[in-house]
């Protein structure tokens, strides 16, 4: 049986107390989309299958370069973010899967971890790993690169610790490893700009050859700055693309929301991702200028319906062999990190149910006839319909929480860690 960290109880009583409104906004709702010829309970149910992972820094307090302002009952160790992302799955039931990151969520006991996953119901994603950090005892520095470094060296130690990491995401029952590399240039001349590129290729081709079998998946990531703002070896979907077709048909793109210059047209590269059989999965968040880390939907929401309008335009047409994994990858500076997770589930879920709502046919003539306005307006007439209600009532059904925030709000969970979990301090120039 699942643990339940805040009282069932709770959640009850706050959905009694919410449920007679719902069911009249959910018929409403039904009301209208049976009149566009939509079965509102088909949708509910394809909604309700969408699952998104939670990272598992994702629960503790983010930063900047410049400083981090920790909150109260941050987690200590893996147990407790574990915890807290059970919070959010208990509420949401959006999110019953957890990413881990190593060496940040490093312990020698796993069968530990995967044990506590499952007596609260959580079950494990991607890992990932970290080059982009030293640590302590380390032999060799990243500083100047880790798997596209000139030192072969360095590079073994890094491919060494990714294989590690497939090792520990076995033990977790995990599928795939995420790669992200930080490797690049400050300046002209730094780096051999096509070799740097050779040297990663050929180690990940290193890692993929260490895979335990062929449903694995190498899930490769990229950024077009930070830390290198000269020269990103991976900077963008084209070098990802190149370099997965080039390790082989388990390494696919993961495109993360917040790695794309200003104004990008993120779901034209996820078209094209997908046309080359190469879209392995996404990490949700939103973004301003750059990589800002986000919460998903709170900055442009109208593009996180067109990615998802993408994905459910690829399903029905049977485009890939897989649906792309789904995960948040956030950091919550200001706000409470469960409120926000919570949140952005819900974002990621009323994307893709606004996304089921586009009237395919009519879209698919539009753009025959070179309609150009009303085939925009067919996008547009559904993101602008409100499936809130859809969204809840699933929740309701799954056993999470009518409005999740405020069931999470009056079960006062934050203040009961916060009294038997050690008061996290605040730093400066560190990104977390």
Not at 206 to 233: C, G, H
């Amino acid at each position: 049986m699942t643990e339940h960290l805040i009282d069932p109880g709770i959640v009850e009583a706050h959905n009694r107390r919410n449920g007679d409104e719902l069911a009249q906004d959910y018929e409403a709702l039904a009301g209208t989309l049976s009149r566009r010829g939509i079965d509102c309970e088909a949708i509910l149910a394809r909604v309700s299958a969408l699952e998104i992972a939670v990272p598992s820094w994702g629960v503790g307090t983010g930063g900047t370069r410049f400083a981090r302002f920790p909150g109260p009952g941050e987690p200590a160790d893996i147990f407790d973010k574990l915890e807290d992302c059970a919070v959010i799955q208990q509420l949401g039931r959006a999110t019953p899967r957890v990413s881990l990151h190593f060496p940040w969520d490093d312990t020698a006991e796993m069968a530990s971890v995967k044990a506590r996953g499952e007596e609260l119901g959580l079950g494990f994603d991607a890992v990932n790993s970290n080059t982009f950090q030293d640590r302590p005892g380390q032999k060799l520095s990243y500083k100047f690169g880790s798997l596209s470094h000139v030192d072969a060296e360095v590079r073994a130690q890094a491919i060494a610790h990714n294989v590690d990491c497939i090792s520990r995401g076995q033990a977790l029952g995990a599928r795939a490893l995420t790669i992200w590399l930080a490797d690049g240039s400050n300046f002209a001349g730094q780096s051999h700009l096509a070799q740097a590129f050779e040297r990663y290729v050929e180690s990940v081709r290193a890692i993929e050859a260490a895979l335990p079998d062929e449903s694995w998946r190498l899930l490769l990531e990229y950024k077009n700055f930070e830390p290198a703002f000269y020269a990103t070896v991976v900077q963008d979907w084209g070098s990802c693309l190149l370099a997965a077709q080039a390790v082989g048909r388990r390494a696919r793109c993961l495109v993360d929301l917040g790695h794309h210059a200003p104004s990008t047209n993120i779901e034209l590269i996820v078209a094209r991702l997908i046309a080359a059989g190469k879209l392995g999965g996404f990490h949700l968040n939103d973004s301003r200028f750059g990589d800002d880390d986000l919460d998903a939907g709170s900055v442009d929401p109208f593009r996180l319906f067109l990615v998802f309008n993408e994905l459910v335009d690829a399903a029905a047409r049977k485009a890939w062999d897989e649906a792309p994994a789904l995960m948040l990858d956030q950091s919550h500076n200001v706000t409470d990190p469960i409120e926000s997770l919570l949140l952005s589930a819900d974002a990621a879920r009323r994307a893709h149910a606004q996304a089921l709502l586009v009237d395919r046919v009519q879209l698919a003539a539009c753009q025959a006839r070179n309609d150009v306005a009303m085939a925009a307006e067919t996008l547009r007439r559904a993101y602008r319909t409100d499936v809130t209600p859809l969204l809840a009532e699933a929740r309701r059904r799954a056993g999470g929480a009518i409005d999740p925030v405020g069931a999470y709000r009056l079960s006062s969970y934050r203040k009961t860690v916060a009294a038997r979990r050690p008061q996290s301090t605040g730093s400066g120039g560190g990104i977390v």
